[in-house]
Nanobody
Framework: QVQLVESGGGLVQAGGSLRLSCVASGRTFSTTGMAWFRRAPGKDREFVAFIRWNVLSTYYADSVKGRFTISSDNAKNTVYLQMNSLEPEDTAVYYC????????????????????WGQGTQVTVSS
């Protein structure tokens, strides 16, 4: 069984920064990439950022491009999300996800392409 555990959420003022971490554990962990999604109150889960495992190319939603950076430490099975210039609209529960290794990496925006999810970490940005 694979477990994903997020940390780093919290309350921050607009313009501030936070860094989220997600650690994957499990003897048979394998993936083509890992992503961050978020869900704001009353909204659907939304793609935020994706990083291809071992290749390390990155992809972002337009709403966070230039402000958020996804990175990974493959040796530690850890993925990070550095969030700068935070806005109140970024308030949400943030989830990390590991992509099903049987699925092509290019379908990274679709939640159903991921087979492991973390429990989520709350990010609140005050105006």
């Amino acid at each position: 069984q694979v477990q994903l555990v997020e940390s780093g959420g919290g309350l921050v003022q607009a313009g501030g920064s936070l860094r989220l971490s997600c650690v994957a554990s499990g003897r048979t962990f394998s993936t083509t990439g890992m992503a961050w999604f978020r869900r704001a109150p009353g909204k659907d889960r939304e793609f935020v950022a994706f990083i291809r495992w071992n290749v390390l190319s990155t992809y972002y939603a337009d709403s966070v491009k230039g402000r958020f950076t996804i990175s990974s430490d493959n040796a530690k099975n850890t993925v990070y999300l550095q969030m700068n210039s935070l806005e109140p609209e970024d308030t949400a529960v943030y989830y990390c996800a590991a992509k099903d290794p049987r699925r092509h990496w290019s379908t990274y925006v679709f939640p159903h392409e991921y087979n492991y999810w973390g429990q989520g970490t709350q990010v609140t940005v005050s105006s």
